[in-house]
């Protein structure tokens, strides 16, 4: 569904800070991220970053609904994406938000447009479904892609990176 | 709070855990007290709305006026 799986991590028993792919072959030509994350802390978003790039390079528009009410955000010119929904540390036991991250053309030469979808799971009022659109304001390939901040994943946390290649008149090809 | 974190090299396949650097691990507690303080300020915000939504409700449905901002809510 999502192409070939490039790489994997699942959070060990010591948790994590934050995880992060690095060496990104461009031979894809685009990139989907699978997160199913919980924190261990009070944190209801994760970020995602590019290439170690910080300052004012993500700008990103959500549609967001929380359970109690319906929002829009923009974070613009901020140092990495915000809004990927994770579970925290209160949420119902065990249970882990789910996150697809889609980057076309990464390895272009243009800034690189993003979306995510994801939610959150919770037996209770609080949960999240948000879409997210946004641009990493930046024209180098993105070789290395870094989730979290602040954060800390909870055990059994995993990200998967899958590569879709384009095939010969335009059909996508795993 | 996880002292490390995971770098997976795609090239390779080699997954390490690095110890964070104490500059990392302060920037770490710095954002962890930014995201408690804005978590704190959405649930302030998020209670204020759902007060104007009550209240512009009950108005309603008693006839009386909505402040601006109560009217503003419900039909933008």
Known sequence: ?174 | MALTKIVVNCETGVTEEIALTPAEIAELEAAQAQAQADQAARETEAARIQALKDSAKAKLIAGQALTAEEAALLIG
């Open chain 1, 1 to 174: 569904m999502f192409g070939t799986l490039i790489s994997s991590v699942t959070v060990g028993a010591g948790g994590a800070a934050s995880i992060t792919f690095s060496s990104i072959p461009a031979t894809y030509t685009d990139l989907t991220l699978v997160l199913s994350l919980r924190d261990t802390t009070t944190w209801a978003f994760t970020q995602i970053s590019f290439n170690g790039v910080g300052g004012s390079s993500y700008t990103v528009r959500t549609l967001e609904g929380s359970g109690a009410a319906v929002t829009s955000r923009t974070s613009a010119s901020t140092s990495a994406f915000d809004y990927p929904p994770i579970d925290k540390s209160s949420y119902t036991a065990n249970t882990f938000s789910n996150v697809v991250v889609t980057i076309p053309n990464y390895a272009g030469s243009t800034n690189k447009t993003v979306s995510f979808d994801g939610v959150s799971e919770n037996n209770a009022t609080e949960a999240y479904a948000i879409l997210g659109a946004g641009l990493f304001a930046n024209t180098s390939a993105i070789s290395s892609i870094s989730i979290g901040h602040g954060s800390t994943f909870a055990q059994y946390s995993t990200a998967y990176l899958y590569g879709t290649l384009k095939g010969s008149g335009g059909a996508t090809v795993a």
